[in-house]
């Protein structure tokens, strides 16, 4: 379990966390929605050891996690898949997906691992040595999840999955999601699309400027008069 208590990060002085507190237990999907600027991106940072945090406690199954480097944290079984994809672009699907794994040393459960993410996405399999650049928004989305994958992680970390996508292809991407968490992958993600996000949350978080405000399950964030109104773009 990732247990995130009192937890602040400062840039430059402005505070862009400001003593969250966040419980992610195995085998969930947890989802943080709010507005750009809330400070989602920067609570995966901090998880995954890219921000330092000022203070407060980032514990995972009973090891501390701040001030330990990325790769470290990456050993624990933390994997990110970053906004914007962030594919190498010069480098084939296949290529990209080897990078997923680039601690790990059992060959063949890679190659094993490497079949599931073809079975999870079939367009990859397809396009296994064609150059990341050239693939579409969804394509790249799908590797970069499927790269995440790769490291075998115990909790797969999603910013902002559907953003620019179609919604087809986005429905595509949340139906994926669910098949991950089903394998035993626990999810925490952050998304601007509170809608999807929420229907298939287990338990929800709404960060605004850098601090928690409500919390519950996806269901009861998707009946909340508050959350409908400032997320939803339903009127109260």
């Given at each position: 379990?990732?247990?995130?208590?009192?937890?602040?990060?400062?840039?430059g002085g402005i505070k862009a966390l400001r003593g969250i507190n966040v419980d992610v237990e195995d085998g969930k999907i947890v989802t943080l929605i709010g507005a750009n600027g809330a400070?989602?991106?920067?609570?995966?940072?901090?998880?995954?050891?890219?921000?330092?945090?000022?203070?407060?406690?980032?514990?995972?199954?009973?090891?501390?996690?701040?001030?330990?480097?990325?790769?470290?944290i990456c050993s624990q079984g933390i994997a990110l898949s970053p906004e914007g994809r962030r594919v190498f672009t010069d480098l084939s699907?296949?290529?990209?997906?080897?990078?997923?794994?680039?601690?790990?040393?059992?060959?063949?459960?890679?190659?094993?691992?490497?079949?599931?993410?073809?079975?999870?996405?079939?367009?990859?399999?397809?396009?296994?040595?064609?150059?990341?650049?050239?693939?579409?928004?969804?394509?790249?989305?799908?590797?970069?999840?499927?790269?995440?994958?790769?490291?075998?992680?115990?909790?797969?970390?999603?910013?902002?999955?559907?953003?620019?996508?179609?919604?087809?292809?986005?429905?595509?991407?949340?139906?994926?999601?669910?098949?991950?968490?089903?394998?035993?992958?626990?999810?925490?993600?952050?998304?601007?699309?509170?809608?999807?996000?929420?229907?298939?949350?287990?338990?929800?978080?709404?960060?605004?400027?850098?601090?928690?405000?409500?919390?519950?399950?996806?269901?009861?964030?998707?009946?909340?008069?508050?959350?409908?109104?400032?997320?939803?773009?339903?009127?109260?």
């Amino acid at each position: 379990m990732l247990s995130i208590k009192d937890l602040h990060v400062s840039y430059g002085g402005i505070k862009a966390l400001r003593g969250i507190n966040v419980d992610v237990e195995d085998g969930k999907i947890v989802t943080l929605i709010g507005a750009n600027g809330a400070g989602k991106s920067t609570l995966l940072r901090t998880i995954s050891g890219l921000v330092k945090a000022e203070s407060g406690s980032i514990d995972f199954n009973g090891t501390e996690l701040t001030g330990l480097a990325v790769n470290k944290i990456c050993s624990q079984g933390i994997a990110l898949s970053p906004e914007g994809r962030r594919v190498f672009t010069d480098l084939s699907v296949e290529e990209n997906l080897k990078i997923g794994a680039y601690l790990r040393s059992d060959k063949k459960e890679i190659e094993k691992d490497m079949e599931w993410v073809y079975e999870l996405f079939p367009r990859l399999k397809e396009r296994s040595w064609q150059f990341a650049g050239t693939l579409s928004g969804g394509e790249q989305q799908m590797l970069a999840v499927g790269r995440a994958l790769m490291s075998r992680p115990k909790i797969l970390m999603l910013d902002e999955p559907s953003l620019g996508l179609a919604p087809l292809v986005v429905q595509q991407i949340f139906e994926i999601i669910k098949t991950i968490n089903k394998k035993g992958v626990t999810v925490l993600l952050i998304e601007q699309n509170a809608n999807m996000a929420l229907k298939i949350a287990d338990v929800a978080y709404v960060i605004e400027t850098g601090e928690i405000v409500l919390k519950g399950s996806g269901k009861e964030l998707l009946e909340n008069d508050t959350v409908k109104e400032a997320y939803l773009g339903k009127k109260k």
